[in-house]
């Protein structure tokens, strides 16, 4: 029914001669790399959606150099012919107002998925009647829960041993990191059990994650708990672990986020403990509502999507990420969790 629905809904879009049906021109700037595990995946299945939905979609990665991200929406807006109808950014390490700013007077909407800007700084902006048209909602998941929930997922598999914990963050400014790295370290303070050692920032390196995991275990011999942010600089404590002599899930349990398909396999063989995903539905989930938006002026309540849980290796949602079943994926956990109209 939910597929029946959008196709129709689509399909009058595309055969309306009004401008407000005009097809669809989206430009994600991608603060990532095309090859990053994470981002990587919010592209492809981006892309499905976008297919599916029939949108045009220009994908411009910075490969995290936000700087550089920012000249590319310079670039962009200097050319005449292909400035789009709407934009996605994410606020990464805060260069979203800087965008925002350039974007001011273009008959742009702005959608922010991921990282958003400030309540005060939305708030600020929502007072100028020309973001009260363009500036569209945030569509961002609850870092704060996910950093909590797999604190409390890790620090289960203990029993009732008293915890050890090392915190690898991914960076110091990014919402994102600064929000899910403030849930674990919140979980673990309250718990009268675990003692936080150190919060580090591997800034998203699996390389860094390495160098940092080997000196800290010379520096606290008895950590038992190693929290990461993000799939990479989890695989980076594991490899510094084997070579201390240490077993991933038994002298040391690990977790994450992200669902790259290496660390799936490194969480259903238990050498990561606990996994929490999701999030790359974000950007997909952002155009659907993008077109929703275009033939409504509202956007869908998306409450039963779960852009962020902790993972289980036996769900249907695991086995399609196993198979990297973009389509599969799209439909059960986004179109078919859409309310029916």
Known sequence: MRLWYLSCLFIGL????????????????????????????????????????????????????????????????????????????????QSAIKMLQLLYHYPIYVQLILNDIS????????????????????????????????????????????????????????????????????????????????????????????GQTLTLLSRYHDLNLIWTASDNMAIGVLKALREKGLQPGRDVLVSSVNTSAEILQLRQSQQVTTLGGGHFLAGALGLVQLKHYQATSQYYPYADIQLFSVLNPDSEFYRLLVARDWAGIFKTQILDKLPQS
Not at 29 to 34: D, E, L, Q, Y
Not at 173 to 198: C, E, I, K, W
């Open 119 to 210: 309540v005060a700084e939305r708030e600020t902006l929502l007072a100028d009647p020309h973001w009260q048209t363009y500036l569209l909602p945030a569509i961002i998941p609850d870092n704060y829960a996910i950093g909590a929930e797999t604190a409390k997922t890790l620090l289960s598999g203990l029993k009732d041993e008293n915890a050890k914990v090392l915190l690898i963050s991914g960076d110091k400014s990014t919402p994102a990191s600064v929000l899910r790295t403030q849930g674990a370290n919140d979980y673990f303070f309250m718990q009268h059990n675990a003692t936080v050692t150190q919060t580090v920032y591997g800034q998203w390196s699996q390389d860094i994650a390495y």
């Open 14 to 93: 595309l055969c309306s001669t009004s401008p407000a049906w005009a097809k669809l021109e989206v430009a994600f700037f991608n603060p990532g790399a095309a090859t990053d595990s994470f981002w990587g995946d919010v592209d492809k299945l981006m892309q499905v959606a976008a297919t599916q939905l029939d949108i045009n979609l220009k994908i411009t990665h910075s490969d995290r150099n936000h700087f550089k991200m920012i000249n590319q929406l310079e670039v962009l807006l200097s050319s005449t012919s292909s400035i789009p109808s709407h934009i996605i950014l994410v606020n990464e390490k």
